[in-house]
């Protein structure tokens, strides 16, 4: 891997030329923040570095969104984002020298610099984490498909500073009894006050330790949680974005927000008793132990209640979980038939059904909270019966104690002892029965995490060294046949559509000729059946979707906007993009003024509710802006002017010619003014190409069919 000299000015004795030079020799000095264009620069300069590839986009979209500075632990995130293997090094580890490269050096509050082993500055400080990027030519060492042991693998390191934060809990709950023994065995027959004094202000001291202790433990349990949350929920939703299409048309939405939710157990589990049973539960053994060796019946008592508890929750615990899954499946079929009735009320209005629906909505709740109440009977049976268990242990052992006291077999110290370690043994006993259920539920959502996480996805290129050739036209689709939404019947049979560089192209025919999805082929929304699509030769399968995706803009007939504001959309759309080049494509899809007039103007929030109240010739307009604002070089637009008014469908127009020289365009209308944009025409009938033409024979020739067609001759 190259390296860089101390001043970043020459690389292996070359000097450093390129876009990259200037970030490299800025950060070469300790800086607290970066602009975002600046952190972008210096992420894609790390990463040329260690030869990988990435599309501006890609490394913008990778750092927190909505932010306006960013430090090394941005950074460092955005790395993950991207899925570029690293080697961290933090404390000691990250003193020697690093062994070849640019790193980056973090400070705990976030400053950051870069330096490599020529600069003679690559030693790290002792508060600093070194990350050096591993070279694109070790591909054994890039990441392996997640799964959830990979993802718990990386909080593993967590596991040994909780253990110790129980290790010191439990030794402080031990000074509680030596207290006891040392007061009525010594200090009180010696007639010592003073030194009664002593042990009580030393007890104190250790309650308060174990206090203090639990309280940190629990927040790094809450932190551990948050972290675990974090990773799980965004390898669920960057698995279920590049689903193949096919799948997830399969899949009802419900069904995608329930794959989801699926962290939320694990998540609970780390903060509820399961963890603190296990890391309990080494040292349930030591008080076990004590327990024998100062009282042994007391300790075969003890155990024989602990015995007696897993026994009974082995046994119990498969009904419990069976009943789950009824009252999970019955509470998901209310849930389902609640968005059916929202969805379809004006439809049951017409049908005058609202009765049988109203009746069967009833029976489906009174079923879902049946199966409710059974669960959480049998949840509550399971923790009454361990809790008399429990109850029933400790007496037998204070009775065993008594006796032994009696008969001068354990001293009055050791009794009290007794009585209070054989409640620190059986307590942790005692929260079994809560933690085998969520045991049980973990495992389920780890098994169905997996499951999710192992379904097949389309190709993506990542951040990786680029085997596939730039997305470029021209583009050929050869006789492509597709069925559509799981039907037998075919969408599309036999249609071929050709698209060049520099040209508009026209794409025409009858409503559910199959205009639309011979477009969504192009950015592969779609599987074809049968035929191919050609990219300046190059098979689209051979093609990364995200290479694919990245260099084509989309302006689909129906708006669509994700959650957020409108200047949000467009960061989006176009990470980096400035407010100027926003408000220019704005200004050009004849918009900007309306936007400009509402209360929040670009940080209107396009909620479902607000979009519903903004009209649909300015959702139109944005829409059409957003796939201006792209880079293309591919440009589709799907009926652009439908419903604009004459004079803004004109602006449209001027706007899309602007660029015929710059993009490969497919414009989809049967509108005469969008016609005369066009170089060559293609017309569809019934899924299947008729008509292919160029300059004004091609559109006559698709003026008379399109005449012809839609007025039934």
Known sequence: MNSINTGFGQLDGTRVQGPHSSVLKWAASRQLQAEPARAAELLAALLRFGGWDAMEAQ???????GRSSFDGWDLCDALIALRVPYLRQDGRAAQGPAESGISLYIRREGSFRLASPASG??????????????PASDASRRPAAQSTAALLKGL??????????????????????????LVYNRAIPAGAPGVITVLAAGLFLALATELAIRRIRSRALVSLAAQLEHRLSLALLEKLMVFPSALQQQSASQQQRARLKQFETVRDALVGPLMQVALDAPFVV??????????????????????????????????????????????????????????????????????????????????????????????????????????????????????????????IGGFVAILVMIWRFLSPVQSLARATGQALAVRQSLRDIDKVLA?????????????????????????AALRFGGSGDLALAGASLSLHSGTITV?????????????????????????????????????????????????????????????????????????????????EAGVRSEIEALPDGMNTRLTVEASGRLPQELLQGMSLARALLQAGPIRIFDQPCEGLDPE????????????????????????????????????????RTVLNGKGRKGRDKASAFLNGSLTGG
């Not at 379809?344 to 049908?351: D, F, K, P, S």
Request: hydrophobic share 50%; with cysteine; proline share 6%.
């Open 59 to 65: 490394v913008r979209a990778a750092l927190p969104h």
């Open 121 to 134: 500055r690559a030693m790290a400080g002792p508060d600093e984490t070194r990350l050096s990027l591993l």
């Open 156 to 181: 593993q390191d967590h596991v040994w500073s909780l253990l110790f934060a129980s290790s010191a809990i439990n030794l402080a709950g031990l000074l509680t009894p030596i207290f006891v023994v």
């Open 286 to 411: 030591i008080f076990g132990a004590l327990l024998f060796y100062i009282a042994p019946p007391v300790g075969f008592a003890a155990l024989a209640a602990a015995l007696a508890q897993v026994a009974f929750l082995a046994a119990f615990a498969p009904h419990l979980r069976r009943q789950e899954v009824i009252a999970n499946d019955a509470a998901r079929d209310w849930r389902k038939l609640c968005e059916t009735v929202v969805s379809q009320r004006w439809h049951l209005r017409r049908l005058h059904s609202a009765k049988p629906w109203r009746q069967r909505f009833h029976a489906s709740l009174a079923n879902a909270l049946n199966a409710s109440m059974r669960q959480q009977f049998l949840i509550e049976l399971s923790a009454h019966a361990s809790q008399f268990l429990i109850l029933l242990a400790g007496v037998a052992g204070g009775l065993l104690a008594t006796r032994m006291a009696i008969q001068g077999e354990l001293t």
């Open 455 to 479: 379904q097949p996805e389309e190709m993506r290129r990542e951040v990786a060294p680029r085997t596939a050739p730039p997305v470029a036209a021209p583009v050929v689709v050869e006789q």
């Open 507 to 587: 794409l025409s025919g009858a409503n559910m000729s199959g205009k639309t999805l011979l477009a969504e082929i192009l950015p592969g929304l779609h599987q074809l059946a049968a035929g191919r699509v050609l990219f300046n030769g190059t098979d689209q399968r051979q093609i990364p979707v995200d290479d694919l995706r990245g260099a084509i803009a989309f302006a689909p007939q129906e708006p669509a906007f994700v959650y957020g504001t409108i200047w949000q959309n467009f960061e989006l759309a176009l990470p980096g993009a400035s407010q100027r080049e926003v408000l220019d494509v704005l200004d």
């Open 648 to 687: 803004h469908a004109k602006r449209i127009r001027a706007a899309i010619a602007r660029r015929r020289a710059s993009s490969t365009t497919l414009l989809i209308s049967n509108r005469p003014g969008d016609l005369a944009l066009g170089d060559s025409f293609t017309v569809l009938h019934r899924g």
